[in-house]
């Protein structure tokens, strides 16, 4: 069975880097073809994709926040870490991991963490 | 980027409806889109992926069709528990994926 849950700091200052940690179990990040996905929700609006991070290290990220987002893996201890630099208000949300197939789409995701920038 | 356009963002509709949304990528996409169900306070649900294909437990009268850059997702007929908001999302593995903005099936 595949999990994955995120932490992290619910509260967070302007300008202040966001690290979140997404903890999985159930599948390897070694696995050709796995990957795992940030996606976040402001309240009351639509999912925003934010980054992927492929099995062989291979790492997208959405092009509105690129220059703000890194993504990383620790395959070791079954994470995976995004950080979002010079958070806004505007950054406040729900933040979601989620599990990328070998077929290529999301098919379980993490329950969620809040993120309040204020 | 590829832009993703659902419609309509809000839908009313009744138990027993038949159910339409559509969902148009900005260029072809070929049939790499799914489908998810978000209700409030949860993490989406994967419904359908590569277009058409529907997710292991997800009932039958939920369905998928298209290619290129026109997609649909069908529901039969629509029950009680149907009512939540729907996302697209295009997932190329050549471009960043991105999410349309939802459409609201409220009765």
């Known amino acids: 069975q595949i999990t994955l849950k995120e932490s992290g700091p619910t509260l967070v200052k302007p300008t202040q880097t966001l690290t979140l940690t997404c903890n999985f179990s159930?599948?390897?990040?070694?696995?050709?073809?796995?990957?795992v996905s940030w996606v976040r929700q402001p309240p009351g609006k639509a999912l925003e994709w934010l980054a992927v991070i492929y099995w062989d290290d291979d790492k997208r990220y959405s092009p509105s926040l690129n220059n703000r987002l890194t993504i990383s893996k620790d395959t070791s201890k079954n994470q995976v870490v995004l950080t979002v630099t010079n958070m806004d208000p505007v950054d406040t949300g729900t933040y979601y991991c989620?599990?990328?197939?070998?077929?290529?789409?999301?098919?379980?995701w993490g329950q969620g963490a809040t993120v309040t920038v204020s | 980027d590829i832009q993703m356009t659902q419609s309509p963002s809000t839908l009313s509709a009744s138990v027993g409806d038949r159910v339409i949304i559509t969902c148009r990528a900005s260029?072809?996409?070929?049939?790499?889109l799914a489908w998810y169900q978000q209700k409030p306070g949860k993490a989406p649900d994967l419904l359908i992926y590569r277009a058409s294909v529907l997710e292991s437990g997800v009932p039958s009268r939920f369905s998928g069709s298209g290619s290129g850059t026109e997609f649909t997702l069908t529901i039969s007929s629509l029950q009680p528990e149907d009512f939540a908001t729907y996302y697209c999302q295009q997932y190329n593995s050549f471009s960043p994926w991105t999410f349309g903005q939802g459409t609201k099936v409220e009765i």
């Open positions: 989620a599990h990328r197939t070998t077929a290529g789409a999301i098919d379980v």
């Open positions: 260029q072809s996409i070929s049939y790499w």
């Open positions: 159930g599948f390897s990040l070694v696995t050709r073809g796995v990957g």
